[in-house]
């Protein structure tokens, strides 16, 4: 059985360059917001498409949305800087919107059915507080600028369908949190 899968999966297919070639999908899966609070835990999803301007390079476009519920945070001890320091407090956060959109370049690697790729891209994200029920002035948005680092690893299937996994890093600049993190399944069509 084992032998059976591996023969699927790694028998050499004919390279189909992503050239001329769309791909139009989505992902869906985990957000993390890194912070000077620590982690802020969430989810969220994308849309993906990416045009193949030669054989190895592609022209990138993202748009995502991730929430991230209200939540209490531990920022972690800082024992290096001053042992005797007391504990870090609990902060309560907010319940948080972040649509995004980037547009980049990715390296493509295509070999048979199996297309990893890895590029850079800039963008912008929209950190949205929902929450603000005791403080009405609370509910803002904050736009920044980001730059990011989206990868994937993608497996052709049957026909123009396109299955795999999607990660992706952005840095927030100028403020906190000051990054972002999503990994997520990722499905797409090749018309």
């Not at 390279?15 to 769309?22: D, G, I, P």
């Not at 390079?57 to 991730?66: N, R």
């Not at 370049?105 to 070999?111: A, E, L």
């Amino acid at each position: 059985m084992l032998l059976a899968f591996a023969a699927l999966c790694f028998v050499s297919a004919e390279a189909r360059a992503t050239e001329n070639e769309w791909h139009v999908g989505g992902a869906f899966g985990y957000s993390m917001l890194v912070s000077s609070f620590g982690s802020i835990l969430g989810a969220g999803g994308l849309v993906h498409v990416r045009y193949g301007l030669t054989d190895a390079l592609d022209l990138a476009f993202d748009a995502g949305l991730s929430g991230f519920p209200a939540q209490v945070v531990v920022p972690s001890a800082d024992a290096a800087t001053d042992p005797e320091a007391p504990p870090p407090e609990a902060v309560s956060l907010p319940d948080l919107l972040v649509p995004d959109t980037a547009a980049g370049i990715s390296y493509v690697i295509d070999v048979g059915r199996f297309i990893p790729h890895i590029g850079a891209q800039v963008g912008v994200a929209d950190l949205i507080v929902l929450t603000c029920e005791q403080d009405p002035a609370a509910c803002t948005h904050t736009v920044r600028a980001t730059i990011g680092i989206p990868a994937g690893f993608e497996v052709r299937t049957v026909g123009p369908l396109v299955l795999g996994a999607h990660f992706r890093y952005r840095f927030l600049l100028a403020g906190d949190p000051g990054g972002a993190l999503f990994a997520g399944v990722y499905a797409a069509f090749v018309p």
